[in-house]
């Protein structure tokens, strides 16, 4: 049997058929061409398998349907399944993946072996260039000290794939299943962050996450976050938690303020209720936050930033680029 491809990308879809054939031709144009291209569609109900199909004539293009709706994780979950390469890409059926974005993302992340997975974003990365590989400790730092980290969706990693298997795959808790996977996965594992703008994330009335049911999911985080900054393996020193718990408290107040303004009234209770804080927690902690910019960022013995020693194409066979065209005598 021939080995499977270097890159699985995984698509998986609902009722995409607006968007799917931008986001197929998308990946069919990387400029790194060993990936297969995985559609999961979850049981549309319109054209959506039709145009993944007209792609199957690509012999990279699988489509797999599913005999019932299992959901966002869920079918994510179960579409990794299908993956045969050494790397897992999940591009989402309504995006738009940038023609340089598998091979930016490996070259990185091939000669990285500490890193489990790389972050591309949709925004330059504060604290430094790329790529950074952060540890758990400095994952956590710029999430709950700096400016967010966890806010990335499923389509900004470039996974391992044994890893991502061995992590359990996502959470599936709904919409903020990816946010528990980060909280999760970043406790334990080195992740490397790689230039930003990669792809580009469309947004659109008809996102699951921008519905009323998304909105109470992450309104149930933060018991498992305020659980996660508790757990033995928070990475976090003693003082860090005291400020990350501070972060938290008010960032969850100042959210269900937006909810009541927003005419959620329901939500915010909701978000306040299942932070599992006790009235002495919030008069502990509840108090203007102070975040970093630079928090979270790697730095060298001497407390400067860490610049990168660009790696070579070489472990993967990446194709080289084009040799520049002669201007003539």
């Known amino acids: 049997m021939s080995a499977g491809p270097v890159v699985s990308v995984v698509t998986t879809a609902y009722n995409r058929e607006r968007y799917l054939a931008r986001a197929i031709e998308s990946v069919l144009a990387q400029t790194y061409a060993d990936f297969e291209l995985i559609v999961v569609d979850d049981g549309s109900t319109d054209r959506t398998v039709a145009v993944a199909r007209a792609y199957e004539g690509d012999p990279r293009v699988r489509v797999v349907v599913n005999e019932r709706n299992l959901g966002d994780y869920p079918n994510r979950n179960h579409a990794a399944r299908f993956a045969r390469g050494r790397f897992l890409k999940y591009h989402d059926s309504d995006d738009v993946m940038y023609p340089h974005c598998l091979a930016t993302m490996l070259d990185l992340l091939v000669p990285e072996p500490r890193a489990a997975f790389a972050l591309s974003s949709g925004w330059v990365w504060p604290g430094g260039p790329c790529p950074m590989l952060l540890t758990p400790r400095l994952s956590y730092q710029r999430e709950f000290l700096g400016f967010g980290l ?40 080195h992740v490397l962050l790689v230039p930003g703008d990669l792809f580009w994330y469309r947004v659109h ?51 269900a303020y937006q909810d009541l303004r927003a005419g959620r009234g329901g939500t915010a209770w909701l978000r306040l209720r299942s932070t599992g804080m006790s009235a002495s927690d919030w008069a502990r902690y509840l108090r203007r936050p ?21 790696p070579q194409r070489e472990s993967l066979e990446l194709p080289a680029p084009p040799a520049p065209a002669s201007k003539g005598p």
């Open 150 to 189: 966890f806010v990335c969706g499923p389509s900004n990693a470039l996974f391992r794939a044994n890893v991502f298997r061995r992590l359990g795959g996502f959470p599936e808790m709904g919409a903020g299943s990816d946010y528990l996977f980060w909280l999760q996965a970043c406790a334990r594992e």
């Open 205 to 255: 009335p008809g996102q699951e996450r921008r519905g009323e049911a998304a909105s109470r999911d992450y309104a149930r985080l933060g018991a498992l976050v305020w659980r996660a900054l508790a757990a033995p393996e928070c990475p976090l020193t003693p003082p860090e938690v005291e400020q990350a718990r501070r972060n938290l408290a008010y960032g969850t107040l100042k959210a």
């Open 290 to 310: 102070r975040r970093d910019r630079l928090a979270g960022t790697p730095l060298d013995a001497a407390g400067d930033y860490l610049i990168p020693e660009w």
